[in-house]
């Protein structure tokens, strides 16, 4: 594999000073978000890496990207749409601290702007008039405030360790419930091809589901739209694999 993968140019989050701590259940919950968050930046780099790439001759391809990333937009949304009506307010009340998780949702308004305009373009663009470079300018005017919100919000989670750890594990549980009601054609192939096993040194189990599961997601959830796929960092068993369109490696 060559160096240029979905690791960058946005930083995954470490789990490593927490993730082994089982004495409190905000350390289970900050590393299962940590990955969650994984997922989203590896998802976002794949569409910044491999936007500049795809060749203006090549509509089919280009359609496809397109869908990738109303999905990779879609599976964001959902996933701060949870936190905001399920699971912040559930650790507010086991807090007992109103307005606790209000500095997250602040940072979910300020990436909101930018991120919306990004999902306008990848819903409405004709394949072509696609500008892979418009794509890239577009990520820029958000993925410092998102980015910085991934981060600072497992940081937040870990310093739940002072409350009901057993009340919050049931917070998460209902969370992790209701991320799985939604559009499993769009999202699930999306979810299990932006999660790679061999992370840190491939100690997590995540997303942590019966064997068959990424054989049914490739075979039947994978099929309607096969063609975004490709641009999936790993497979549907969460292996990496060479990003399908990709140049030379940058930074933002």
Not at 45 to 72: E, G, M
Not at 134 to 142: M, N, Q, W
Not at 224 to 251: I, Q, V, Y
Request: proline fraction near 6%.
């Amino acid at each position: 594999m060559s160096s240029q993968w979905a690791d960058e140019p946005y930083t995954l989050i470490s789990t490593d000073p927490f993730s082994k701590d089982s004495s409190h259940e905000a350390y289970y919950i900050a590393t299962q978000m940590a990955l969650a968050h994984n997922g989203i930046l590896r998802g976002l780099n794949s569409i910044y890496l491999q936007a500049p790439h795809i060749p203006r001759s090549d509509l089919v391809a280009i359609k496809d990207f397109l869908t990738y990333c109303q999905c990779w937009g879609e599976s964001m949304h959902h996933h701060h749409d949870a936190e905001e009506t399920i699971f912040f307010p559930s650790i507010e009340q086991i807090s007992g601290v109103q307005g606790l998780m209000e500095r997250n949702i602040d940072q979910h308004r300020a990436f909101t702007p930018g991120f919306d305009i990004f999902q306008e373009y990848a819903r409405m663009c004709p394949p072509k008039d696609y500008d892979g470079a418009k794509v890239r300018s577009l990520i820029d005017d958000f993925a410092e405030p998102l980015t910085r919100h991934l981060h600072d919000e497992i940081e937040t989670l870990r310093a739940l360790d002072v409350y009901d750890s057993v009340r919050l594990r049931q917070a998460y549980q209902k969370f992790e419930k209701s991320l799985m009601a939604t559009d499993n054609y769009r999202i699930a192939p999306l979810v299990f091809g932006t999660a790679d096993r061999s992370f840190e040194g491939g100690m997590h189990d995540f997303p942590s589901v019966p064997f068959f599961v990424p054989f049914i997601i490739h075979h039947l959830y994978g099929r309607r739209h096969r063609g975004a796929w490709r641009f999936n960092p790993c497979t549907m068993w969460r292996d990496r694999r060479e990003l399908a369109f990709k140049g030379a490696s940058t930074t933002p």
